[in-house]
């Protein structure tokens, strides 16, 4: 295991080497002194994981392999981010969300509770890459959202309250809650209904 950093271990973690908690991010670079991690109870830390410093996260939280959190992010209860999941700081993710494997969510994005992020989802900050022209605006991902595997979402996007983006969509609009997007630009749908097979 390896701690830098002012980190906080909640009880019963399991953390399976190697780990790394409160990696310092370039302002904390060289420096003995800076907050680390601070971490929820019951938590389980697979293999490869790196958790950069200032980062928050509540109870319940676990990862597989690989994963990635970036600095200055904040994490709820019972979150799962699977193996190679990338979070790229400044983040802000709510409770009971979870986070299939190899999925990606940029800087400056906004997930709220009960969020599904499928496999290998990605989440885009940044219009004019690479550029930068606009600054960097994560998506946001309101609460009981659902983004299908192998998804984008544009920067700046609203997934509206209990929306569903299906796999495979290029989402290049605001999804409104309770709808569906589907395709490639994203056509605006409603949803099925959950009582009737196709």
């Not at 597989?64 to 600095?71: A, D, I, S």
């Not at 299908?148 to 983006?165: C, D, F, S």
């Not at 809650?177 to 409603?190: D, E, H, N, W, Y």
């Amino acid at each position: 295991m390896t701690y830098l950093g002012r980190n906080s271990i909640g009880e019963n973690a399991r953390l399976f080497e190697p780990v790394t908690l409160g990696f310092p991010s370039r302002d904390h670079l060289g420096e003995d002194d800076f907050p680390g991690v601070i971490l929820g109870r019951n938590a389980t830390l697979r293999p490869g994981t790196v958790i950069y410093c200032d980062v928050e996260i509540g109870d319940d939280f676990q990862t597989g392999h690989n994963v990635l959190v970036r600095e200055q992010t904040r994490i709820g209860d019972r979150v799962s981010l699977g193996t190679g999941a990338i979070c790229e700081g400044c983040c802000t993710i709510g409770s009971d969300v979870s986070v299939q494997s190899m999925a990606f969510i940029p800087t400056n994005t906004v997930i709220g509770d009960r969020v599904f992020l499928g496999p290998h989802v990605v989440l885009t900050n940044d219009r004019y890459p690479p550029t930068g022209i606009g600054g960097l605006t994560g998506p946001v991902i309101e609460d009981g959202a659902a983004i299908g595997a192998n998804a984008t979402v544009l920067p700046g996007i609203r997934v509206g309250n209990g929306a569903l983006v299906a796999a495979g969509a290029v989402v290049t609009r605001d999804v409104p809650p309770g709808m569906l997007a589907i395709g490639a630009p994203a056509r605006l749908r409603s949803k099925p209904d959950p009582g009737v097979r196709p």
